[in-house]
């Protein structure tokens, strides 16, 4: 069985924590032994969150290795940044919500915006998306459903079934979003 | 049936399952949610309790009347509790007690990275480590059977990765434990010195009693290796060191203390070479090495910081996968929320200059830019202490700039003491309440000031003012940190003032649903960039509010993170923000 490790990060209020449960419960609905870890408290008022999932025959090690990281999916284009060298170092899959969140620390004057983050991230892999995220949730009309929407990105290169996927998330959100999260998903495994 | 469950809700899970009946906590990251999903079984009395000492006594309590029950907290809440802890391990109980401490390595959440493992040993009660969830949910159950048999409190300790880690677990269904006889037992439950000097014997009985139970508990087993080497190891470590050693021989701890010497020694036999994989203290290391034996952990692992595999990977092996080099990223520190009730408080602290002793919740982010306006943050309670001292060590005219903050949930945590302290030993002392009305930091927990129990239900609420006046405070003012120019007035007021005072500031947290209700009936704020003065001022920046932010050269407020609060239009010089 294939092992795969995924990280998915951004600023907190995104839905970073979700889209990590919807990806870990796909992967145990298909068969999998799957470990997530995030942590929770100081960093999820508005600074920077970060969730490893794991999914494999056995998994052991809630965190995922320097080195071993096979997908990194971004809300946010800078936390991207932040995480590369958890990649490996032969075409781990880059994918990166198109979106730059101005921290107040930038405002302040008390540090700079990264430049160039996409040559940068283009010197790592060739696997590397960027995705309008905002833009096409605009569209659907629910900017909040991008988490679902790159994780339906990511899902193009996950051997769960679509089904899955799609009962999973029924299963785990409320009623009222849960149309325009469904699109969201279909949305972005097309892409 | 499978689920997918984290640490703290497999240990809920497993601790329904074995019957409890009483669980108490104070909140604390990693611990809360064990608390939280107790609270949802109808067949649990859940409390918030005001602190860990009263839900340590509470629990304990409820074990001695003969039930099984529950104590849960983060591993710095045991220090608040440890007077009860240590008069437990000699009384004993009746009812199995189990207490949960959640330990923070990498101090993600906390004020530092205390290794628990020791409270077990110097308490003198056994230790059980589960190393996932699926672990936790099991040996919470055997903790309550061996806390029964032995008539001992047992620590169960976890750690953050283990906490806030998910992972599938096979659950089980509840078996009702009737409830134990109580019948009176002076000598084993009054700790009168004639009588804790017998029961320290019997306890020191019991730990020879349970060190034969750890030789031979299914919660410590030896895997069989491929190679000579052999690693010791417990807890989440255990996982880091199958990643990274998976031909190793492995002795895997479940219950590390007391310490399985007969194991150790059989498992001793079958390799050329003892490591030890812990995190932050040597903790096995030093039982293996107390017995003789050679063992190697720390010469190589570090004593700080969480544990990682590829910290485990480089320090035995002296090498790391490949991976791509690091890049910079930006500063992202957490931050008061928008809207946050704090912000107008800290504005007003930084504008006075005032010297500002810190405590426990989300208003230590104070401390940060924009406001940089505190100078201590001790722990629970400190606050009000810590300005005291600093009032006697610089005299009353420097503690006219002295300010203590402390939440509402924090105060009536360990604050109150201290306010009574400053009013009996007559200082000037001036403490302002942050009361949002709930533990917002650890993801709203409701407490003994917010009317509403951990099952949801109506009580009674404690009143702020009314229990400071109580204990002598004169001076209590009440203000709306919305509306700056009052707050910034009333807190000048209270620090000048000669007797102690008390500012409360009144408004709930940004999160909750009652001030969610405020907000949707105000408008979004936006900036007028011919007035806007730019660079050159950048007044409403200095909020630190997440929402408005520097675009090419004039502030912006997005509409995607603004809530209506007002706040920053009381501070644009030129009415720029409308």
Same mark, same amino acid.
């Given at each position: 069985?294939?092992?795969?490790? &995924? ?14 449960? !919807? ?35 056995? !998994? ?21 940044l ?22 107040p ?12 983050? @996409?040559?940068?991230?283009?010197? &790592? ?9 905002v833009? !096409?949730?605009?569209k ?18 996950l051997?769960? @079934? ?19 999260n ?10 | 049936?499978?689920?997918?469950l ?73 220090n ?55 672990e ?17 409190p ?5 750690t ?70 052999g ?14 050693f ?18 150790f ?36 692992? $570090? ?34 929320? $928008? ?66 903050v ?58 702020l ?38 500012v ?75």
């Amino acid at each position: 069985m294939k092992e795969f490790n &995924i990280i998915i990060c951004g600023v907190g209020g995104q839905g970073i924590i979700l889209a990590s449960e !919807i990806l870990a419960l796909t992967a145990m609905e298909s068969g999998f032994d799957v470990k997530k870890s995030e942590v929770h408290g100081m960093s999820q008022r508005g600074g920077s969150v970060v969730s490893h999932v794991r999914i494999g025959e056995k !998994i052991y090690s809630p965190l995922i290795e320097k080195g071993k990281c096979d997908f990194l999916v971004s809300l946010e284009k800078a936390e991207t940044l932040r995480w590369v060298h958890y990649l490996k170092k032969d075409n781990p899959v880059i994918i990166v919500n198109d979106l730059e969140l101005i921290p107040p620390f930038v405002s302040l004057g008390l540090d700079n915006y990264p430049q160039n983050i @996409e040559e940068n991230l283009k010197n &790592i892999t060739k696997n590397l998306y960027f995705v309008p995220g905002v833009e !096409i949730t605009r569209k659907l009309g629910e900017t909040r459903s991008t988490n679902i929407l790159m994780i339906g990105f990511l899902s193009r290169f996950l051997p769960f @079934e679509e089904k899955t996927w799609e009962k999973v998330i029924k299963e785990n959100l409320p009623a009222h979003i849960l149309d325009v999260n469904l699109k969201a998903f279909k949305e972005g495994r097309r892409l | 049936m499978k689920l997918l469950l984290s640490g703290n809700e497999a240990v809920a899970r497993g601790a329904w399952e074995a019957g409890v009946k009483v669980a108490c906590a104070y909140p604390g990251t990693p611990s809360t949610e064990i608390l939280e999903n107790l609270a949802k079984y109808k067949e649990i009395d859940a409390e918030w309790s005001p602190n860990e000492k009263v839900a340590f006594e509470v629990a304990l309590g409820a074990a001695i009347a003969g039930a099984r029950s529950m104590v849960s907290m983060k591993h710095v809440g045991l220090n608040v509790a440890a007077d009860p802890f240590f008069s437990s391990a000699y009384t004993g109980v009746k009812g199995g007690f189990v207490i949960v401490s959640c330990d923070d390595p990498g101090m993600h959440s906390s004020q530092n990275e205390q290794d628990n493992r020791r409270y077990a040993k110097f308490a003198k009660v056994p230790l059980i480590e589960p190393s996932d969830p699926q672990e936790a949910h099991d040996f919470v159950k055997i903790a309550f059977e061996i806390s029964e048999r032995f008539e001992i409190p047992v620590l169960f300790r976890m750690t953050t990765r283990i906490s806030h880690t998910k992972g599938i677990v096979e659950i089980g269904e509840r078996k009702e434990i009737p409830i134990k006889d109580y019948t009176k037992n002076p000598q084993q439950f009054i700790i009168l010195p004639a009588n804790a000097r017998v029961r320290h014997k019997v306890l020191e009985q019991k730990l020879i009693n349970l060190k034969e139970f750890s030789n031979k508990t299914e919660l410590n087993r030896i895997e069989k290796g491929k190679n000579s080497l052999g690693i010791v190891t417990s807890g989440v470590s255990y996982n880091y060191a199958k990643e990274v050693f998976p031909d190793a021989w492995i002795l895997k701890l479940g219950m590390p203390f007391p310490f399985p010497e007969d194991l150790f020694k059989e498992f001793y036999k079958n390799v050329k070479k003892i490591i030890v994989i812990e995190e932050n203290e040597p903790f096995l290391e030093e039982e293996i090495k107390i017995m003789g034996y050679k063992a190697e952990g720390k010469k190589y692992l $570090p004593l700080c910081d969480e544990l990682t595999p590829e910290i485990v990977r480089k320090s035995f092996n002296n090498e790391e996968l490949s991976h791509p080099e690091p890049m910079n990223s930006v500063k992202r520190p957490p931050q008061l929320c $928008p809207g946050c009730p704090h912000t107008g408080v800290f504005y007003s602290l930084a504008k006075l200059k005032a010297t500002v002793t810190g405590d426990i919740g989300c208003y230590t982010l104070g401390a940060l830019p924009p406001h940089n306006a505190m100078d201590t943050c001790i722990c629970m309670g400190a606050s009000i202490g810590n300005a005291f001292g600093f009032e006697k060590a610089r005299g009353k005219n420097f503690s006219k700039r002295l300010v203590a903050v402390i939440g509402d949930s924090t105060f009536l945590h360990s604050g109150i003491t201290s306010l009574i302290d400053v009013v009996y030993n007559k200082g000037n002392t001036t403490v302002v309440i942050l009361d949002n009305r709930t533990t917002a930091m650890t993801g709203h927990q409701d407490h003994p000031g917010t009317g509403i129990t951990a099952k949801g239900e109506r009580t009674k609420e404690v009143d702020l003012a009314q229990l400071a006046k109580a204990i002598g405070v004169e001076e209590v003012y009440e203000v709306d940190p919305y509306n700056l120019k009052e707050t910034l007035k009333t807190i000048k007021k209270a620090m000048e003032s000669e007797n102690p005072a008390v500012v409360i500031s009144k408004g709930p947290c940004a999160l909750l649903k009652e001030a969610r209700e405020k907000f949707k009936t105000k408008q979004k704020k936006r900036v007028n960039n011919e007035k806007c003065l730019g660079e050159k001022c950048k007044a409403c920046i200095r909020l630190g509010c997440p929402a408005i932010s520097m675009v090419e050269g004039k502030a912006y407020i997005s509409h995607l993170l603004c809530v209506g609060c007002d706040v920053c239009t009381q501070v644009c010089p030129v009415e720029a923000i409308e």
